[in-house]
Nanobody
Framework: QVQLVESGGGLVQAGDSLRLSCTLS?????????RAWFRQAPGKQREFVGG????????KLAESVADRFTLSRDKPKNTIYLQLGSLKPEDTAVYYC???????????????????WGQGTQVTVSS
């Protein structure tokens, strides 16, 4: 059974930082093509935040967060991290991690391209 478990969300003030983590179980390294973070604010569509191509370690961050957020991973622990810095109220959302099994011709950035999802962790940024 494939399972993704996120943690690290919370209520913070504008300008603060948080680190989210996501651990994947039930899927081997060789069966994982990509891992990613998405977020969804109330009334909005789920949007790509950043991700890894798992074997190469190549990363991509959305332009809207690239100057404030960073990605890292602990491959042996099958865990990815999203460091959120200089948080703004507009970063308030439920943050989800996702995993994709098969390769793709384009970098997977749409929610439809991912096979497995975590339950999400709430990040709330007060002004």
């Amino acid at each position: 059974q494939v399972q993704l478990v996120e943690s690290g969300g919370g209520l913070v003030q504008a300008g603060d930082s948080l680190r989210l983590s996501c651990t994947l179980s039930g899927l081997t390294f060789s069966s994982t093509y990509a891992r990613a973070w998405f977020r969804q604010a109330p009334g909005k569509q789920r949007e790509f935040v950043g991700g890894f191509l798992w074997n190469s370690g190549a990363t991509k961050l959305a332009e809207s967060v690239a100057d404030r957020f960073t990605l890292s991973r602990d491959k042996p622990k099958n865990t990815i991290y999203l460091q959120l810095g200089s948080l703004k109220p507009e970063d308030t959302a439920v943050y989800y991690c996702a995993a994709r099994r098969s390769s793709s011709t384009s970098y997977p950035k749409s929610a439809e391209m991912f096979d497995y999802w975590g339950q999400g962790t709430q990040v709330t940024v007060s002004s």
